[in-house]
């Protein structure tokens, strides 16, 4: 029995959403991509803590956002509530932080 699935360039594993970001980035890039999943419901979940940004994330979402990634965007889509964090320090600490509704996200991202 020969199983034929055809050539990619690039495989990602996983469909979660930064597996998702990594298989538009390449799909973009107009490489041939592939993208596994276990179960087909789990596409583009987030993780259990919805916050995105802070002081240490904050700024891998703004270098998503201008390299023009889809989990910024989505972010914004999604989000149902913005905070502005360490507004009682300088402004050098200040960070933006949301939360996401996780079914919403989802089903931006599916």
């Known amino acids: 029995m020969i199983y034929r699935v055809g050539e990619f360039d690039i495989a990602?594993?996983?469909a979660g959403h930064a597996g998702i970001e990594a298989a538009?980035?390449?799909a973009r890039l107009g490489m041939k991509t592939v993208c596994f999943s276990i179960n087909l419901d789990a596409v583009g979940n987030l993780p259990c803590n919805p916050n995105i940004g802070g002081t240490g994330k904050g700024h891998l979402v703004r270098e998503l956002a201008a390299l023009g990634g889809e989990?910024?965007?989505n972010a914004d889509?999604?989000?149902?509530?913005f905070r502005m964090l360490n507004k009682g320090k300088g402004p050098a600490v200040h960070s933006l932080r949301l939360i996401s509704g996780l079914r919403m996200a989802k089903f931006r991202m599916f």
């Open 24 to 26: 538009l980035v390449s």
């Open 71 to 73: 989990m910024p965007k």
């Open 77 to 81: 889509m999604a989000c149902i509530q």
């Open 12 to 14: 990602v594993i996983g």
